[in-house]
């Protein structure tokens, strides 16, 4: 009886990736696509916008973005951040938006925006942004920005905080002297600014019919370091004579006017020294004649409880 062995035929190649293998494969092939469109880390290729602070790899990003300054004088074009193209393509349609990421909470506003319209492959190009401010004052501002060119498409949101600093010194009040003379109080160093002083001739014992407004702008600013009584009597516009007393301390670029705080409806209480009464607004003659401090308030005749 033959015996004969048998040889098992061989085994055909499996098909079958085992799972962890598999899982290698998928994330190796995701890691050199983030390692060629620039998604792996930061907000590039159709990047997702999303609202946020700066943060520390905006810099070396395909589209970098890097603050310049952290302060804004009022009125003067600034450099404020700087946007980077460091893919390997121009961005030739380019766009920042800029606004106030809060605008109820602050009354710095944006006076003009100067931003790059295409940046090319490997330059850098700034923001440049005009605040106008009545007085220091911290300001987030949001930039939105777009850019799109050679099959590349990228928006990134950021805010960067800046202080406005105005032109001239913040006047925080006026403290009189009686009603004869006065000062002006400022947050950091005294300077020159705009004010209208307005003053009642020969204050009468019963109400004052008119009062008398000197201006001190242009040529002749307003000294906050130097007293009222002295700056009223040597200002060439001025027509008041000798005997007069001070009503009220007007800031029109701040939209703010101070009164004395005895003042009541064209006549002193008593005019006794004290701080001025803040009054949010300008005013004019007949506005101050029916006016009156009344509880650390400025009211106008017939508001009264």
């Known amino acids: 009886m033959n015996t004969a ?34 998604t792996a880390g930061f907000t590039a290729m159709e990047a997702q916008r999303g609202l946020a602070v700066n ?12 603050p310049l300054t952290d302060e804004v004088h009022d009125g003067e074009p600034t450099a404020v951040v700087e946007y980077r193209n460091q893919f390997g393509t121009a961005l ?12 109820g ?13 295409s940046l090319d492959e490997g330059t850098a190009a700034a923001v440049n942004v005009t605040l106008r401010c009545p007085e220091r004052e911290p300001v987030s501002l949001l930039f939105e920005a777009d850019g799109s060119g050679g099959g590349v498409s990228v928006s990134l949101d950021r805010v960067h905080t800046v202080t406005c600093v105005p032109k001239g010194p913040t006047v925080t009040g006026i403290r009189f002297d009686d009603a004869a003379n006065g000062r002006a109080l400022v947050d950091g160093r005294h300077g020159e600014v705009t004010a209208n002083v307005w003053v009642a001739e020969t204050p009468p014992v019963e109400e004052a019919e008119d009062l008398t407004e000197v201006s001190f702008d242009g040529a002749t600013p307003f000294d906050t370091s130097t007293k009222i009584r002295r700056q009223v009597n040597t200002v060439p516009s001025s027509t008041v004579g000798g005997n007069w007393k001070i009503v009220a301390v007007e800031f029109p670029d701040r939209n703010l006017t101070y009164l004395h705080p005895e003042w009541n409806e064209g006549a002193y209480d008593t005019p006794k020294a004290g701080g001025g009464v803040a009054y949010d607004g300008t005013v004019d003659e007949a506005f101050l004649l029916n006016a009156s401090v009344d509880g650390g308030e400025v009211v106008e005749a017939g508001e009264e409880d």
């Open 5 to 38: 062995t048998r040889t098992p035929p061989a085994r055909a190649p499996s098909a079958r990736v085992r799972p962890l293998r598999a899982l290698s494969i998928v994330l190796a092939f995701t890691a050199a696509l983030g390692l060629i469109f620039g």
């Open 55 to 66: 943060v520390t790899n905006d810099a070396s990003a395909y589209l970098g973005y890097v």
């Open 92 to 103: 030739d349609e380019f766009d920042v938006a800029v606004s106030i990421a809060d605008p």
């Open 105 to 117: 909470s602050t009354e710095v506003a944006i006076e003009s925006v100067d931003s790059p319209s």
